[in-house]
């Protein structure tokens, strides 16, 4: 039971590349999370998927696209990486039946854009 | 949208001693959650807070939800090398659109000297 993997584990691009970060969990989870964490300002929820075929705008959607490819995985996608989004990147799941059950988190993805 | 603020940002603390740390909102929350996150890893569950007023303790880590629902605090107790790293409160709000997303403090910073 690997609970949530994340690849890759780090990562640089120029600006304008693209790429796509991989999350897939073993727990039969129903919700799904990206979040990017910069110095001094937390996690910032970026997209989130409440259950399998749905996901929603987070906090800070832009420059971001979503996939929720089956129950276990969801991708983010950045198509024209810029220097601002240079960050960890975590994913994270959660049961989603009750409102007592919480997000555990992957071990996140260094991004660097150039 | 929803905002934390979270106190202090660092601390520097000898072994041994207690550790005091806290989170207010603006807006009300109905769950408070408590993350620790160690050097290149994902955040960590340490406790979980339902109710309003409530005091959950894990080992030497005591967390409080706060009566008016808008603030937390986290105490550790006799502190220990191993307790450095980043600790993180998050609260979720209540059904609808938000159901299940959490809205994270900025984080303190913990450093023990031996």
């Known amino acids: 039971n690997a609970g949530v993997t994340q690849t890759p584990k780090f990562q640089v691009l120029k600006t304008g590349q693209s790429m796509t970060l991989q999350c897939a969990q073993d727990m039969n989870h129903n919700s799904m999370y990206w979040y990017r964490q910069d110095p001094g300002m937390g996690l910032r929820l970026i997209y989130y998927s409440a259950s399998e075929g749905t996901t929603d705008k987070g906090e800070v959607p832009n420059g971001y696209n979503v996939s929720r490819l089956n129950k276990r995985e969801f991708s983010l996608r950045l198509e024209s990486a810029a220097p601002s989004q240079t960050s960890v990147y975590f994913c994270?799941?959660?049961?989603?039946?009750?409102?007592?059950?919480?997000?555990?988190f992957g071990p996140g993805t260094r991004l660097t854009v150039l | 949208g929803q905002q934390l603020n979270q106190s202090p940002q660092s601390m520097f603390i000898q072994e041994g001693e207690d550790v005091s740390m806290n989170c207010t909102s603006s807006s009300i929350f109905n769950t408070w959650l408590w993350y620790k996150q160690d050097p290149g890893e994902g955040p960590v569950l340490l406790i979980a807070?339902?109710?309003?007023?409530e005091l959950t303790s894990n080992g030497r880590l005591t967390a409080q939800f706060g009566i008016t629902r808008k603030d937390s605090f986290l105490n550790i107790s006799a502190s220990i090398p191993s307790d450095v790293g980043i600790y993180f409160c998050?609260?979720?709000?209540?059904?609808?659109?938000?159901?299940?997303?959490?809205?994270f403090g900025q984080g303190t910073i913990l450093t023990v000297h031996p």
């Open positions: 998050a609260g979720r709000g209540a059904g609808g659109t938000s159901y299940g997303k959490l809205t």
């Open positions: 994270a799941s959660r049961e989603g039946r009750d409102s007592t059950d919480t997000q555990y």
């Open positions: 807070l339902y109710k309003a007023g």
